[in-house]
T-cell receptor
Framework: GENVEQHPSTLSVQEGDSAVIKCTYS??????FPWYKQELGKGPQLIID?????GEKKDQRIAVTLNKTAKHFSLHITETQPEDSAVYFC????????????FGKGTKLSVIP | DGGITQSPKYLFRKEGQNVTLSCEQN?????MYWYRQDPGQGLRLIYY???????QKGDIAEGYSVSREKKESFPLTVTSAQKNPTAFYLC?????????????FGPGTRLTVL
């Protein structure tokens, strides 16, 4: 089955700096890669996703890049703010029809004011 | 408001008791899912259902049971056979379409076994 590795497990950055979280996946058939943000005691919220026919996607301060050959994808947050502090999860699936997401173990991001 | 609701937010259970967690969605989504989250771990799939009266086991189904009698409801029962049930339980839903499989999550239920 699919295996998703996520690094680092914790990340501290100064407010205004950039943060990068990386994930690798094992199944070359995976073609959908969402990122979720989870605040303490709450459910995960989708923040951005990318499909395998696209190499990069941006949404304001958040971007995701995908390297299909190397089977890894990354989340980039620029101009970090204290409210970006949360746990971030990457996931992978084989796309519509599969319905099963495999998650990484999460990255706890702390933005220091 | 459209969304996914889970109840209760906190649940305490004595060892040996079954307990049922509620999940309701008004998004008209076809598929619903249950995940378990432990500290420092990713989300692990317990059960999922793509259609009423049908469901499939996920990676960690042992000690759990589900039902899908209505499209909008997907309750999870944690049975006494589940050896380590203390965890954060998350329900999710998605539409079924070739173009998307995005899953949206509820706020979660924290279960503690006393």
């Amino acid at each position: 089955g699919e295996n998703v590795e996520q690094h680092p497990s914790t990340l501290s950055v100064q407010e205004g700096d950039s943060a990068v979280i990386k994930c690798t996946y094992s199944d070359s058939a995976s073609n959908y890669f969402p990122w979720y943000k989870q605040e303490l005691g709450k459910g995960p919220q989708l923040i951005i996703d990318i499909r395998s026919n696209v190499g990069e996607k941006k949404d304001q301060r958040i971007a995701v890049t995908l390297n299909k050959t190397a089977k890894h994808f990354s989340l980039h947050i620029t101009e970090t703010q204290p409210e970006d502090s949360a746990v971030y999860f990457c996931a992978a699936s084989k796309g519509a029809g599969s319905y099963q997401l495999t998650f990484g173990k999460g990255t706890k991001l702390s933005v220091i004011p | 408001d459209g969304g996914i609701t889970q109840s209760p937010k906190y649940l305490f259970r004595k060892e040996g008791q079954n307990v049922t967690l509620s999940c309701e969605q008004n998004l008209n989504h076809d598929a619903m899912y249950w995940y378990r989250q432990d500290p420092g771990q990713g989300l692990r799939l317990i059960y999922y259902s793509q259609i009423v009266n049908d469901f499939q086991k996920g990676d960690i189904a042992e000690g759990y049971s589900v039902s899908r009698e209505k499209k909008e409801s997907f309750p999870l029962t944690v049975t006494s056979a589940q050896k380590n049930p203390t965890a954060f339980y998350l329900c999710a839903s998605s539409i079924i379409a070739k173009s998307t499989d995005t899953q949206y999550f509820g706020p979660g239920t924290r279960l503690t076994v006393l």
